[in-house]
């Protein structure tokens, strides 16, 4: 597949141009702790609700990224908040599905600095487990998450219902209302009297629009802000279709979906050889991303050169920072369409590990057809 890359221009320092098929951005960056072009890249979607996308470089969803780019910028939001956040324990609640990964890093980072606190994510996959509440995100294609209800022995001291101090951790934010529907639900569901709490924003990239409901928060923590414009062109083709492979698995394994008090750890059953130099691809599935990150880790230090990236219910056009596109059902079986971008049939990798929250699909589903892929499940 051809695709346009983004055509840029900086004007001067913090200011952007930049084109591709289906619009025009100009963004003016007030601060960058890391370079926005090293941060991010653009692409286009047939949404009417939001046009465009803002694709991580360092995320680890769309793109590959090395590992350790991405504990170094879990690294650096945890460190903002642990200069900010009180000496006391703290929810981090990580964003299906795009900052799965990156909350759980960020909670990482943040109990390696000396922080307490307990881990949970949104999904919008139901466990069969109690549910505590759900809230919905405006400009999504898929709108509806949960929060799952933490057993005693995920949350012993029950910080779900008691934190003082409650940080949500996506990976940008443009209005910020998704992040705040989370923190107005988590207050509903803990009801009148109960206990009050200082609500966090730690994102990538936040954007200054107007109208933002950073009323929520205390406060907001990112690596880069500023504003942007975007000028549609032209009319846009369907967004891509998946494969007919569907069955009926849709519950979906508890993993992290209930909480815990620290990061998951990787399966026993993994194998983690790899050779000094050997260049290996590992893609996560939707919103499992973190047990992959451990395991991208743990190729990289046995010497070999790796990458992470996952799979994602997002549509996107090629163009931009889309350069190729798979799509297929999804690999839970829930049928919903899944894409996996940026791995052709002509990859430079050695291996592309392939780490599977669900069972296995079978030999026909398109996913198994990439070359030189195996499974992790």
């Given at each position: ?6 055509e840029?221009?900086q004007?001067q320092?913090g200011?952007?141009?930049?084109r591709?098929p289906?619009g025009?951005f100009t963004?003016a960056?007030e601060?960058e ?10 692409a286009?979607r ?5 046009r465009?996308?803002?694709v991580?470089?360092v995320?680890g969803?769309?793109c590959?990224v090395?590992?350790g780019?991405?504990r ?9 908040l642990r200069k900010?956040?009180k000496d006391e324990?703290a929810v ?7 900052a799965t990964?990156?909350g759980q890093a960020v909670?990482?980072e943040y109990?390696?600095?000396g ?5 949970i994510?949104?999904?919008r996959?139901?466990t069969g ?13 898929a709108?509806a998450h949960?929060?799952h209800?933490?057993s005693?022995a995920d949350d012993?001291d029950d910080l779900?219902?008691?934190?003082t101090?409650v940080v949500v951790v996506d990976?940008?934010a443009?209005t910020a209302r998704t ?7 988590l207050?509903e569901?803990r ?10 924003l730690?994102v990538?990239l ?6 933002d409901?950073d009323?929520?928060f205390t406060?907001i ?11 549609p062109?032209g009319?846009l083709?369907?967004?891509?279709q998946?494969?007919d ?5 849709v519950?979906a ?10 990061p ?6 993994w ?13 996560g599935?939707?919103e ?6 451990l395991?991208?880790e743990?190729?990289e230090?046995r ?8 799979t994602?219910?997002s549509p996107?056009?090629?163009g931009?920072?889309?350069r ?5 059902d999804?690999l839970s ?13 002509d990859?430079?990798y050695?291996?592309v590990?392939?780490?599977l ?5 079978d030999a ?5 057809h ?5 499974l992790?499940?």
């Open positions: 597949m051809t695709a346009f890359a983004t840029w221009r004007e320092a200011l952007y141009e930049a591709l289906g025009r963004l960056m601060r702790d890391l370079p926005f072009r090293e941060m991010c890249d653009l286009v047939n949404n009417a609700r939001r465009f996308l803002f991580s470089r995320l969803r769309h590959p090395r590992p780019v991405l170094e910028v879990a690294g650096q939001l945890a460190r903002k900010r956040l324990p981090f609640i990580g964003m299906a599905e795009t990964t990156l909670f990482r109990l390696v600095q922080g307490r606190g307990f881990y994510e949104s999904t996959r139901a487990g109690a549910q505590a509440f759900g809230f919905a995100e405006s400009h999504s294609h709108t949960v929060i209800l933490p005693p012993p779900l219902r008691n934190a101090q990976d940008e443009t992040a705040a529907g989370l923190i107005h639900a207050k569901w009801g009148e009297g109960g206990v009050a709490f200082d609500a966090w730690a990538l936040r954007w200054k629009q107007g109208g409901d009323s929520a406060g923590e990112s690596l880069a802000e500023g504003s942007f414009t975007f000028r062109e009319e083709p369907d967004a891509p998946a494969n492979h569907i069955d009926s698995r519950t394994r508890p993993g992290i979906r209930h909480g815990a008090r620290s998951q750890t990787l399966p026993a059953n194998d983690l050889s790899a050779r000094a130099g050997e260049k290996i691809l590992v893609v599935n939707g499992y991303g973190f047990q992959p990150l395991l991208a743990a190729f230090a010497g070999a050169l790796a990458w992470i990236q996952a994602t219910r996107i056009l090629a931009g920072a889309i190729h596109i798979r799509a297929f999804a079986g829930e049928g919903h369409a899944e894409f996996l971008y940026n791995v052709p049939d990859h430079d050695d291996r590990v392939l780490c929250e669900d069972l296995p699909p026909r589903h398109p996913i198994r990439i070359p030189r892929s195996e992790r499940s």
